[in-house]
Structures are given as C-alpha cells and as structure tokens.
C-alpha cells in the first residue's frame, strides 16, 4: 500500500511568487491534514480536511494560504504571494478515520529568498 | 490550550547504551500521546501511542513510553540503541475536540549515536 506521497519535494522561489503544494493522501482515508515546520521550530497544525470539507483551518496563518481537496481525493496547498517566513517544510498526513493514527507524508521543503 | 514539552534539543548516546527521551505535555483532559521518528530525507513514523488502558505502550523497533498523570510525562525508552536509530523524535498530543484530529507537538530531540 503507498503512503502519503507531496510534491514537489523541494520548491526555491522568491519573495512574491506562488508556490502550489500537492499531496496525496493513502487511498481511501477521508481526513487530511496540512502541518508546517518553520525553521526547527515545532511542527503545527495548519487545517483538516473530512473528504473534501474543511473541518478545521484554525491553524492557517493568514490568507495568503488557500487549501482546496476537490473530490475528496488529494490536496494542494497554495501560498500567494509568498513572504520570507513561508519559509520551512511543510508535511501533509491522513488518516482513515478521525481518531485514528496520521500518517505522514515525506514533506516539502520550501525555501523563499 | 494544549502543548508539548521536549527539554532536551539534542542528545548523544553511545550505541548499545540505554536511552530515555523526555517528553511533558499540558491537556486538560485524558490525552492522547504520540512519539514519531524522522529519520534524514524521510517523512515522520509513528513509534508508538497511548489512548487508554496500561500506561506503559510497546512500541516498533524495540521503544517503548510510559505514562505518567501525576507528573504529565511520556518518556520514550529503549533498552539498547542502535547505530540507525540516529534521527529526530517528536511528542505528541491529540486533540479531538469538536469533531477534529489535531496534533500538537513538541520541539523534537535529535538524537545522534556513537558508534
């Protein structure tokens, strides 16, 4: 069975631009997740999806950051435009059920100059 | 509101040596505790966790945790290190209130081993 798989696994891009995050999910778990780690700091929750609803965005910063997960499938993530401190690797798991353990993907490390 | 706390930022221990990651968490209800590993270049693994029942939990690759109530901790323990146990360990804490699945984590510990 594959696991939570994100692309790219590294994005460089400058001050202003628009990076667009993906993640896919192990098939069949309807709850995603969105985490980010900013500079070896703690990981933290940015927002949960139940299929393709947001059951929870309390974590997204600010509204530069828009998740969609049309059809309940995979995810993507954009930021727009990005800013320095969008700077850090950002992690996407699932799960089957709510309750149950997240899996992690590998993460995308984005760097922003 | 909950949070995690991992005192020690880094950690060396020779290989075959005993090893304790500590771990404290602030809930105000019963928690539920995590510990993941992630290795370089890899994405987190869940070790072991607790929900409810013995408070000691086995877990995968020889770990093992214990929770403590009365002084909210859940260190993670192995007996006997090995050279590939080398990565960053994160606590945990769920929240599943109003219907959500959130984590909340600590700072992680990296670990290095001498061989």
């Known amino acids: 069975e594959a696991g939570v798989t994100q692309f790219p696994s590294h994005s460089v891009i400058e001050k202003g631009q628009t990076v667009t995050l993906r993640c896919d999910p192990i098939s069949g778990h309807d709850n995603l997740y969105w985490y980010r780690r900013v500079m070896g700091k703690e990981i933290k929750f940015l927002l949960h999806?139940?299929?393709?609803?947001?059951?929870?965005e309390s974590g997204m910063p600010n509204n530069r950051f828009l998740a969609e997960r049309t059809g309940g499938t995979y995810s993507t993530l954009k930021v727009q435009p990005a800013e320095l401190e969008d700077s850090g690797v950002y992690f996407c798991a699932s799960s089957q059920k709510i309750m149950e353990t997240q899996y992690f993907g590998p993460g995308t490390r984005l760097l922003v100059l | 509101a909950q949070s995690v706390t991992q005192p020690d930022i880094h950690i060396t221990v020779s290989e075959g040596a005993s090893l304790e990651l500590r771990c404290n968490y602030s809930y105000g209800a019963t928690p539920y505790l995590f510990w993941y590993v992630q290795s370089p270049g890899q994405g987190l693994q869940l070790l072991l966790k607790?929900?409810?029942?013995?408070?000691l939990v086995q877990g995968i690759k020889g770990f093992e945790a214990e929770f403590k109530r009365s002084q909210s901790s859940f260190n993670l323990r192995k007996p006997s290190v090995h050279w590939s146990d080398a990565a960053e360990y994160f606590c945990a804490v769920g929240d599943f209130t109003g219907g959500g699945n959130k984590l909340t984590f600590g700072t992680g510990t990296q670990l290095k081993v001498e061989l």
């Open positions: 607790y929900f409810s029942g013995d408070t």
């Open positions: 999806f139940v299929k393709e609803s947001k059951q929870d």
